[in-house]
């Protein structure tokens, strides 16, 4: 009964907030079908027929992180175009809500009691475990995961920032801060950077976990459980917040270059989502800066000045795809978009989803993630183990698949020929 009254009064502030402020109307029509919303997006004619080139696949051979800037992009065009699950491995509890690393020949992962896992990233063996995290608020772990060399460093929702050696395996040190971190961990030049639930940026010694400079913004009290992972950019720092905040901020200490807010012209709200609340990362690309939320705003910022470049009324959870200083591609709402960097006009957009919608109750539970850049195509992952795989300069769809006993809780991660997944507690590996 609580529960019903507090969702009243939610409503009704919502209508109260979207009531108080000037809106324009998006461009395009709104749809409902069994109670989930979409927005037809308009595609620019000048669009249409233009080719989209993909780069060739990044050289990359260590993959740090699961959710990034453009040092990551994720770029494969190695896996086989036939998929197969490789090994399984079972972390035995709670489903891990963080990235996982794939280090040379092993992975590292976190299982929902605060224990980091070490496996044989071929034949899915474990190596090691080790009790990191003692207490975790609200039942499991959740939190994420970078290194730097043989340390990993580790946050999560008991407010502790925690330093692990894999060589010695054991922890080196620990710091707590004022609440729980909401970002992926960043190393850059020595610091370790973390932003936490109270909309503060916190520069730590990687050697000693000393704090050495923090930043403070406004609190948000409604947001989403994670923010974007801070993107390094040259000698500074690029923050998002819970309230639509941008904020470069020199590494050196931790001073402001440029800051921008996200501020959407209309006004969508969705569940306990924030209206200004980022999820994606901050994404470098040609010395600019792309930044989404997770309403209605995505915006295009010189990454040196903060000069706003463009903006458009669309908004994401997810981390889009940005392979080269043309593109991006995002799923936004129901859609899949691939939209020109030049000025934010949308080539094209599908929503396959609609008939599937309509078709299956339990196909619209599922959650999405991605997109991927993969053999030249766009490819995006649901929940229960669909892959659907787009052409990228039409959109149109070129095959759906299914992987059995699979289960995607995140954006998989792509090395050489082997896709690395985790859902329901387990880790797979896909080629």
Not at 211 to 218: E, P
Not at 248 to 276: D, F, H, Q, T
Not at 278 to 299: G, H, L, Q
């Amino acid at each position: 009964m609580m529960y019903k009254k507090f969702l009243a009064i939610f409503s009704c502030l919502s209508v109260i907030v979207c009531g108080c402020s000037k809106k324009e109307i998006l461009q395009g029509k709104r749809e409902n079908i069994e109670g989930i919303t979409y927005t037809e997006f308009e595609v620019a004619d000048r669009l249409k027929n233009t080719s989209v080139v993909l780069p060739n696949p990044s050289s990359v051979k260590e993959l740090t992180e699961l959710y990034g800037g453009s040092q990551h992009l994720a770029i494969n065009n190695s896996l086989s175009p036939k998929l197969n699950i490789k090994w399984r491995k079972d972390l035995k509890e709670d489903p891990v809500v963080s990235n996982i690393l794939v280090l040379g020949n092993y992975i590292y992962a976190m299982n929902g009691c605060g224990k980091l896992f070490c496996i044989n990233k071929n034949s899915g063996k474990q190596v090691w475990s080790s009790k990191v995290v003692e207490q975790p608020q609200f039942g499991t772990f959740s939190g994420g995961i970078t290194n730097y060399k043989s340390v990993i460093y580790i946050v999560s929702n008991t407010s502790d920032v925690i330093a692990f050696d894999v060589a010695l395996r054991k922890v080196i040190w620990k710091r707590t801060l004022d609440t729980f971190v909401k970002s992926t961990p960043v190393y850059a030049s020595g610091k370790l950077i973390v932003t936490t639930a109270s909309n503060k940026t916190y520069a730590l010694n990687a050697n000693t976990g000393n704090i050495l400079w923090k930043y403070a913004t406004n609190k948000e009290q409604l947001s989403c459980s994670m923010l974007g992972t801070p993107t390094v950019y040259k000698d500074s720092v690029i923050c998002v917040y819970s309230n639509g905040d941008v904020v470069s901020l020199k590494l050196a200490n931790g001073s402001v270059n440029w800051y921008e807010v996200l501020i959407p012209k209309s006004i969508v709200r969705s569940g306990s989502i924030s209206l200004l609340h980022i999820s994606a990362s901050p994404t470098i690309i040609d010395d600019k800066v792309f930044v989404i939320n997770s309403s209605s705003t995505m915006s295009l910022f010189d990454a040196q000045s903060g000069m706003r470049i463009w903006s458009r009324d669309i908004g994401s959870t997810s981390q889009p795809a940005i392979v080269n200083k043309d593109w991006v591609f995002l799923l936004s709402d129901m859609d899949l978009l691939c939209i020109s960097l030049k000025d934010g006009s949308v080539k094209w957009h599908v929503n396959d989803y609609k008939k599937l919608v309509q078709k299956s109750r339990k196909f619209k539970k599922q959650a999405w993630f991605g997109p991927l850049v993969v053999n030249n195509q766009i490819w995006i992952f649901s929940e229960l183990g669909s892959i659907m795989k787009y052409d990228a300069s039409t959109g149109n769809c070129l095959e759906q698949s299914s992987l059995r006993n699979v289960r995607f809780s995140g954006t998989p991660v792509i090395v050489g020929d082997t896709m690395y997944a985790q859902g329901n507690g387990r880790l797979y590996a896909i080629g």
